[in-house]
């Protein structure tokens, strides 16, 4: 029984030794740093401004968010001269949920363009 035993240790090491050495054994080829080649068009930015312009027909609270519900950026709406302001968003978000709940839940998916999110929270008379 304990040479069963040891057997079944060595053969368990060989193997593991075996299939350790074959996994290190491949190898890459390094790339010299010099050599390596950037598009043009690449941004190296995680960041951006975005202008952002919102208006309603009641002074309150909107919510800025990413698609996942994540809080981006939480603001004011005045009723006079609405939201204008720059705000910095990570470079990744294409599209955002603007979100104003003083009078009613309104919300608005938006695609972000040209740096810009502008919306109004005002309803359409049909």
């Known amino acids: 029984m304990?040479?069963?035993?040891?057997?079944?240790?060595?053969?368990?090491?060989?193997v593991s030794i075996i299939t350790g050495c074959s996994i290190g054994d491949s190898?890459?080829?390094a790339v010299d740093i010099k050599?390596?080649?950037?598009?043009?068009?690449?941004?190296?930015?995680?960041?951006r401004w975005i202008n952002v312009e919102l208006?309603?027909?009641f002074t309150g609270t909107f919510y800025l968010k990413d698609m996942e519900?994540?809080?981006?950026y939480k603001g004011t709406?005045?009723?006079?001269?609405?939201?204008?302001?720059?705000?910095?968003?990570?470079?990744?978000?294409t599209?955002?949920?603007?979100?104003?709940h003083e009078v009613e839940d309104l919300y608005k998916n938006y695609e972000i363009r040209d740096n810009e999110i502008i919306?109004?929270?005002?309803?359409?008379?049909?």
């Open 2 to 14: 304990k040479e069963v035993l040891k057997l079944v240790v060595l053969v368990l090491i060989t």
């Open 27 to 29: 190898k890459t080829d």
């Open 35 to 47: 050599n390596l080649q950037i598009s043009d068009d690449f941004n190296f930015e995680t960041e």
């Open 55 to 57: 208006y309603a027909l």
């Open 69 to 72: 519900g994540n809080m981006l």
């Open 77 to 93: 709406i005045d009723q006079y001269t609405g939201f204008i302001q720059k705000i910095k968003l990570p470079t990744s978000i």
């Open 95 to 100: 599209e955002v949920r603007i979100e104003y």
């Open 119 to 126: 919306h109004t929270f005002v309803p359409q008379i049909r």
